[in-house]
């Protein structure tokens, strides 16, 4: 299937311009033709909102367009453990807010959650050596040493969108239950410390 899609320059800074080309049909189904359904938005209002009653959902909101069954999704390196709780900002299980518009989320074949991320053509070349490098190395070695792995590279031109496991903000959660949880995530942090 060949659609064209018209993705923006690494200088586009306005947010409402990337929220439009994640939004448009003809990506949508760019990404739906290779296995990914994005994430749809509930408020497509790019403008200034400001007006907006504090309810209604905010333009870089985006929810799951997959509904997923099960209350707990649980995490299976690379990917996060997701639930169906909502957040204080949002009254949408699985929910993720973008501010910049610069990277977009879906979900893979499998119903996982996954970020992309273009990297367009005008980008600083060394950005695509690192994804181009992360993607070349073994899993293993990776998981080791506390880095997400680049899931795929799509091309389109002489841009390319970069496909990572989704993981949040909040590296506590979900809350350890056993002692072996509590030290896999406290070597994990000193891991993460050492290498800084």
């Not at 209350?71 to 699985?94: E, L, Q």
């Not at 893979?108 to 273009?118: C, G, M, P, Q, T």
Request: hydrophobic fraction near 35%; charged fraction near 25%; charge should be negative.
């Amino acid at each position: 299937m060949d659609i064209e899609i018209d993705p923006f320059a690494s200088h586009e800074t306005q947010p409402e311009r990337r929220f439009q080309f994640w939004d448009d049909e003809r990506t949508v189904k760019w990404f739906q033709a290779r296995g990914y359904t994005l994430y749809s938005r509930p408020n497509k209002n790019y403008g200034s909102n400001s007006e907006s009653p504090v309810s209604e959902p905010r333009p870089f909101l985006t929810v799951p367009s997959i509904p997923v069954d099960e209350p707990i999704v649980p995490a299976i390196y690379p990917y996060a453990c997701h639930d169906g709780c909502t957040s204080g900002s949002s009254n949408f299980p699985r929910s993720v807010e973008e501010r910049k518009g610069s990277v977009c989320f879906a979900q893979d074949r499998e119903s996982r959650h996954v970020a992309i991320k273009l990297v367009s053509a005008d980008a600083r070349p060394d950005e695509r050596k690192i994804y181009q490098f992360l993607y070349g190395q073994d899993i293993q070695v990776l998981q080791e040493n506390c880095v997400l792995p680049v899931l795929e590279i799509l091309h389109f031109n002489e841009h390319c969108f970069v496909v990572m496991p989704r993981w949040g903000g909040m590296v506590r959660y979900p809350e350890p239950v056993r002692l072996r949880e509590v030290i896999d995530f406290i070597r994990g942090c000193l891991k993460v410390e050492s290498m800084q």
